[in-house]
């Protein structure tokens, strides 16, 4: 919600204003955070159960401003695809709103594990997952030269991703064997990640600008942090795939599922978060990055992090001596979002001042 704040007045010549709706936003959503960690902590049903109101009220209302922001006729469709992802946020607070209620009507510590991963699938690869991809489809050049993503697959993408989430929640919540029930699951999350995969081939991720002029004030190690993205991308697609046919065959997919999660949440989602973290310092706030070189740091942390966690499917194996190392791998993760952060937090900090090219 912060960065559509900066990134979408820009994608319409608007300048960047306060708002007092994104303000009452901001306030439903620190207040729902907070609700989850107290209810969370104190195994209170009914403070989380607020939570997802309030938080369903908040997602609801972005969605509403989103579609006011991108009103110029050449932006209809991001219009609609970025509305849509932030409706399917507020729809799974929605529907984890109902799930909440009907277990504490029932005497329930909670709802069924079932209905909590559509809430979950809805949330991170209908809402998140569907917003990273929306605005790269506007900010790619950012960090690839030759970006170009096709309009015709650009629009079926909001229909793979509802496609994607009625497949999977079919599988979770449907009459069907153990077998098939898993494997529509991972069936639906496959659909997704190889539309998305699909659509950043289209694009020109893998394409090599060799005689692109360099944009001012950008490195090149924010583009390596976008790319382990795009790799960890495939990774999730590839071991998607996999997870599809050792359900059908009636294989325990438990792990491998796992690494599949964690490459799109911390492999995509956060790695792409870091670099236009990156990024956007000195493009929207007009300041040079304080500590350039955190951004090697942050590009070793997230890729050997990301290879720590994946090592998951070798321990599985009888690996045994790597368990070990995989919780390094969360740690190596916060450290990159620190380097970000820090970053971040030094440039809003202090007075304006021109962005200037790396060293």
Request: with cysteine.
């Amino acid at each position: 919600m912060g960065v559509a704040q900066h990134l979408l007045p820009r994608f319409t010549g608007r300048p960047v204003e306060r708002s007092r709706l994104l303000l009452l936003i901001l306030g439903l959503q620190a207040g729902g955070l907070a609700l989850r960690i107290v209810g969370t902590a104190g195994d209170l049903g009914g403070a989380i159960l607020l939570a997802s109101l309030v938080q369903t009220v908040a997602f609801l209302l972005f969605g509403g401003w989103v579609w006011g922001m991108l009103d110029p006729p050449p932006l209809a469709f991001l219009r609609w695809h970025l509305t849509a992802s932030s409706l399917w946020l507020g729809c799974a607070c929605a529907l984890e709103v109902w799930l909440r209620a009907g277990a504490l009507a029932s005497g329930l510590p909670l709802p069924t594990t079932a209905g909590l991963r559509v809430v979950h699938v809805m949330g991170l690869f209908g809402g998140v997952l569907g917003w990273v991809l929306g605005v790269l489809l506007r900010a790619g050049p950012m960090f690839l030269a030759r970006w170009r993503a096709p309009m015709r697959p650009a629009r079926a993408l909001p229909w793979l991703l509802a496609l994607g989430i009625g497949i999977a929640a079919s599988g979770e919540t449907g009459d069907w064997s153990a077998e098939s029930a898993a494997a529509l699951a991972r069936l639906g999350e496959l659909v997704i990640l190889a539309g998305g995969a699909g659509l950043m081939l289209l694009g020109g991720v893998l394409t090599r600008a060799r005689d692109a002029l360099p944009m001012v004030a950008r490195s090149p190690v924010e583009s390596r942090i976008f790319r382990v993205a795009m790799l960890s991308g495939g990774g999730a697609v590839v071991g998607s795939a996999v997870t599809v046919g050792m359900a059908w065959a009636g294989l325990q997919t438990r792990v491998l599922a796992d690494v599949v999660r964690h490459l799109v949440t911390v492999g995509v989602l956060t790695s792409v978060v870091v670099a236009m973290v990156f990024r956007l310092i000195p493009v929207l706030e007009g300041r040079a990055v304080r500590w350039p070189r955190l951004r090697q740091v942050a590009l070793g942390s997230l890729a050997v992090g990301i290879v720590l966690r994946s090592a998951e499917v070798l321990v599985s194996l009888g690996w045994s001596s790597l368990a070990w190392w995989i919780p390094l791998s969360g740690i190596l993760v916060w450290i990159a979002v620190a380097c970000a952060g820090a970053n971040l937090a030094a440039a809003i900090g202090t007075p304006g001042r021109p962005a200037v090219p790396p060293r």
